[in-house]
């Protein structure tokens, strides 16, 4: 059962066997076209598969957006040493539950991703990166491995073509930090999930030491259409310099949340109007996050003329990111949203690099007494001036991944912070106590 | 190690003094270290938990359907509060932050098992349920 109908606005690539009977299966996924891209790459060179990749214009799902193609291309192909593939399905990103799809309905299109990535580079042996919290998932993924390596599509001499690939799934513990490349790796090779300063780059230097083909479970996922049916065909789905669909995930204040596929630079009032079915209660659009809560907020009205795609987040100075949607309705408490993000920031900062570790801790301290009422007018620009200066300034993206949210919404919604100074503690609604972690 | 850590964690309830020799020992490496790398994760506990552990996500897009609100509703209806457990040890409660649910919340995660669209009504059914249940 699916979670959520589909929308007649979908354009289904990645998902196109989500709902079939037994999708999950290996039969059903050989009935459906399955492993025929690995065939097909298998007959071509590496470096022709890494350009067609290039040509599909795909970029990273996981949120940072980096053109895959190239990303491949890094990986020194002529190193004595053996290369790994990694698959990060560690999805923890607040708002964002697609991976969690791909895994469950339909396996073997990962599996099949993995194994062309692998064509890609010469690589026998990779791993998938399951956040501890999915355990069914790991059930299935590992059935799915196992149906794999009974029919011949994993293990030695795959298909008789000589190529050799092992494939492991790896459970996490919870630990959001894990979902960064780095600290990925880290807890792959049993350590604390704390984060690698670069460069080098995991294509170069990743797993145990060796270069590494680490992205998203969605990322691999479109690699076997791009085989299939050609890296033009994938690109043209999307805008000039991103191709394909996103699986988008319209959480928040919206009729019909769910994930859904659409195409990159589908319009963003369609998807909150037409996809999802409106604000909920026929509120208006009061904030919108596009991609997971480490992306800057926009107003509703920046809403009105953007498109889901890396471009035109860009020019609103926000991103893309991991395609987790938060819609916030005219009732939401924007002061309270942005506690509630830094919370999670400072519960998850891995307490490696100074300005993430205190900053997060210190704005959780003082957004909290904000929102309790207890704030003053200083602290307003003090939570802005702290945020910057976490900017730019730690190993990974977590310190930039809580700041940007922060800055956003003090600078576009600061009108909120001075409502709660003027003896209204949160303007929305009473007993505003959050519990503190 | 850490999936050893957490399969052995599901059988013998939480991580013991035990079981952290035990792991040091198999993977060659020293108690120590194996507590330097259980600390890190949230899933990995010191002390016992309750057979049923009930986690809620009051992440901003539960959040957005009132999880904060259900969160206190279970706190007051089992008398504990995060990461405590019931006198019987049957059942306890973790405010956790993400689980993946976003799409179909607010989210509640008892053990391994997910609760999509969770309810007030729907939340005191389930923990009544958790209640009898063996």
């Keep these: ?437 | 190690m850490i999936p050893m850590l957490l399969y052995a964690q599901d059988e013998v309830g939480h991580v013991s003094d035990e079981l952290i020799e035990e792991i040091a020992r198999r993977v060659g490496v020293t108690p120590l270290q194996v507590n330097e790398v259980l600390t890190y994760y949230s899933m990995l506990h010191r002390k016992p938990l309750g057979k049923y552990h009930v986690q809620i996500c009051t992440n901003i897009s539960c959040l957005l359907w009132d999880a904060d609100k259900l969160w206190e509703q279970a706190c007051h209806k089992l008398g504990i509060g995060h990461k405590e457990a019931t006198g019987d040890g049957q059942i306890s409660l973790e405010e956790v932050e993400c689980i993946g649910a976003c799409s179909w919340a607010p989210a509640v995660q008892v053990n391994y098992d997910f609760h999509h669209f969770v309810t007030s009504e729907k939340l005191d059914q389930l923990l009544d349920g958790l209640r009898k249940k063996q």
């Design chain 1, 1 to 437: 059962m699916l979670y959520n109908e589909p929308s007649p606005l979908e354009t289904r690539v990645l998902s196109r066997r989500f709902g079939m009977p037994n999708s999950a299966s290996i039969d059903t996924y050989l009935a459906t076209d399955g492993y025929k891209a690995f065939l097909k790459a298998r007959g071509m060179k590496p470096e022709e598969i890494i350009e067609e990749v290039k040509i599909s214009n795909l970029r990273g799902r996981g949120g940072a957006g980096f053109p895959t193609g190239m990303k491949w291309s890094f990986v020194p192909r002529n190193s004595p040493k053996p290369k790994y593939i990694v698959v990060n399905a560690d999805e923890s990103e607040p708002g964002t539950c697609k991976d969690r799809l791909l895994m469950e309905y339909d396996p073997h299109q990962l599996i099949e991703g993995v194994l062309i990535a692998a064509l890609s580079v010469d690589a026998h042996a990779g791993w998938i990166y399951i956040r501890g919290e999915y355990r069914y998932l790991i059930e299935i993924m590992d059935k799915a491995l196992n149906e794999a390596y009974h029919k011949g599509w994993l293990g030695k001499n795959i298909q008789g073509t000589g190529f050799d690939f092992d494939l492991y799934t790896h459970s996490g513990a919870g630990a959001y930090e894990c979902g960064e490349e780095s600290a990925l790796l880290e807890s792959l090779e049993g350590k604390r999930g704390i984060p690698r300063i670069r460069p080098p780059f995991p294509a170069v230097v990743g797993a145990f030491q060796c270069p590494t083909i680490l992205n998203n479970v969605e990322t691999y996922c479109a690699v076997p259409a791009i085989i299939r049916d050609g890296g033009k065909a994938f690109a043209d789905l999307g805008v000039p310099k991103a191709g394909g669909t996103k699986l988008t995930c319209l959480t928040g204040h919206v009729n019909k949340p769910g994930v859904y596929e659409l195409t990159l630079g589908f319009p963003v009032m369609k998807m909150i109007n037409e996809v999802g079915g409106g604000v909920r209660n026929g509120k208006k659009l009061k904030a919108f996050i596009p991609g997971g809560s480490s992306c800057p907020i926009l107003t509703g009205e920046e809403c009105q003329d953007a498109t889901m795609d890396y471009d035109s987040m860009a020019a609103r100075k926000s991103m893309l990111g991991s395609g987790g949607v938060v819609v916030m309705d005219e009732d939401t408490c924007m002061v309270k949203a942005a506690l509630r993000i830094m919370r999670f920031y400072a519960h998850e900062s891995c307490g490696w690099c100074i300005p993430c570790r205190e900053g997060t801790t210190w704005l959780r301290k003082i957004l909290t007494r904000f929102h309790e009422g207890q704030g003053t007018r200083s602290d307003i620009d003090l939570i802005g001036d702290l945020s910057k200066n976490m900017l730019g300034r730690t190993f990974c993206p977590l310190g930039d991944a809580a700041a940007l949210p922060t800055i956003s919404i003090v600078e576009k919604f600061r009108q909120e912070f001075e409502d709660h100074l003027n003896g209204r503690p949160c303007p929305f609604e009473h007993a505003g106590h959050m519990v503190t972690v």
